[in-house]
């Protein structure tokens, strides 16, 4: 939908409605800022009704996903306000509606882009907080596999198991070295059965398969998908049925760390100078599907959106313990997990700066308290191209901007 509105200094031709106590401002982005969704960062122009985008209450600095209700494609013929600093980089319609305040404020306000004050500083909108989610306390893998089968080793046999089995609870069938098998259906109906009358439960692929535990300390298993993601690899063995799962680190600071880590895992299997190595087809079918295969598919897990903040603080460091520099700035090949970082920077209360150079994504995340002087960071440029204003759900604010950096900036439109 393409609407003509007149220029910043001339008539405007669209009524200006309020919802509540916030007056929606006409207002415009240009096609080229991007806004973060549950995706990570997409450009205005490429959004559409019904997608998630990170929506802010100035009033409870409560951060959350909100549908997009409507994308508009506005022609404007006028300037155009720019606001550009080291970390903010904005050029909106006259009208746009700005979230910030002055330094003699407390409260964040929305102003129009064209009211801002030619002798006044001006801080963004630099705090808020997301809903937490829940401490995941054990990963049982069994919930995030389909096939497997469970070993269950016991010290009383053959009628004796029997008979204390629930009616129906059949095994695969019995092993003379580790007890009886089960499958995923039986196991996910007497799981509680089993597990008492077992002296050891392990998970393997099947029959002439590794076996390895299944349940995990939930922050150990979160501190191993960071690990896994940042400097992990699959390869499948040439010789046999099974998958060399191998988290790369020569670092003599990290070595300690994911040593201690999969041993307590039940996971150390073999080490050298260059890292730590396992075999399982059950876990590396597992990780891949986690976690992908190679340097240019690697990506979070959705079970890191539902975490506790400690847990998705603690997976944040992980990552850039393993592949972020002294600057705290994150390196990775993979379009997906650099839109994720930033996504894992707002849930984090912080703003995420990304840039792309030579085939290599760079995301980093700052809690500073970005503001801008109008004298030194304001400007009025021509306006090249249509305009995009975005209606979100509930809230007036997203978090936007051009050339990959971010801040907090009203809508045109609240549903």
């Known amino acids: 939908m393409s609407t003509d509105i007149a220029g910043g200094n001339g008539n405007e031709s669209v009524r200006e409605p309020t919802t509540g106590d916030y007056e929606i401002a006409t207002g415009g982005f240009t096609a080229d800022t991007e806004v973060v969704t549950a995706t990570g960062p997409v450009a205005v122009a490429d959004l559409r009704p019904g997608d998630f985008v990170y929506s802010l209450d100035p009033t409870t600095r409560v951060a959350k996903l909100k549908p997009v209700s409507t994308v508009e494609r506005v022609t404007y013929e006028g300037t ?27 409260d964040l306000q929305t102003r129009p882009a064209r009211q801002l004050d030619a002798n006044e500083e001006y801080k963004f909108a630099n705090e808020w907080r997301t809903l937490p989610g829940e401490r995941l306390e054990e990963v049982d893998v069994t919930d995030l596999l389909d096939d497997y089968e469970i070993c269950a080793a016991t010290d009383v046999h053959g009628h004796t198991v029997r008979r204390k089995l629930p009616d129906g609870c059949e095994p695969r069938r019995p092993n003379s070295h580790i007890g009886y098998c089960f499958d995923p259906e039986m196991f996910e109906q007497y799981q509680n059965e089993i597990e008492t009358l077992a002296t050891e439960v392990t998970i393997r692929e099947g029959a002439g398969h590794h076996r390895r535990p299944y ?17 992990g690899s699959t390869t499948d063995s040439p010789t046999s049925d099974t998958i060399s799962i191998k988290i790369a680190q020569e670092d003599a600071e990290h070595r300690p760390v994911i040593r201690d880590l999969l041993g307590r895992m039940g996971l150390l299997e073999v080490a050298d100078d260059r890292g730590f190595t396992f075999s399982s087809k059950l876990f590396g079918r597992l990780f891949r599907s986690l976690c992908g295969t190679g340097s240019h598919d690697k990506h979070l897990p959705p079970l890191i959106w539902n975490l506790a903040p400690d847990q998705q ?26 839109a994720q970082m930033c996504r894992l920077n707002v849930e984090l209360g912080l703003k995420p700066r990304r840039s792309l150079r030579r085939g290599t994504w760079r995301v ?30 509930d809230y007036p604010s997203v978090l936007a901007g051009r050339n990959g950096v971010f801040q907090w900036v009203g809508v045109s439109g609240i549903a």
């Open 313 to 338: 603080r603690h997976l944040y460091e992980t990552l850039l313990a393993g592949d972020a520099d002294e600057t705290e700035r994150y390196y990775t090949a993979s379009d997906r997990l650099a």
């Open 215 to 231: 349940r995990f300390d939930g922050d150990d298993f979160i501190e191993f998908l960071g690990w896994f993601v940042a400097e």
């Open 80 to 106: 155009l306000v720019a606001i550009e600093t080291r970390r903010c980089d904005l050029r909106v319609h006259p009208e746009h509606r700005v979230l910030c305040r002055t330094i003699g404020q407390s």
């Open 364 to 393: 980093s995340g700052w809690d500073l308290n970005d503001g801008f002087r109008y004298s030194a960071n304001v400007d009025r440029v021509a306006c090249e191209h249509d305009l995009y204003r975005l209606t979100v759900t």
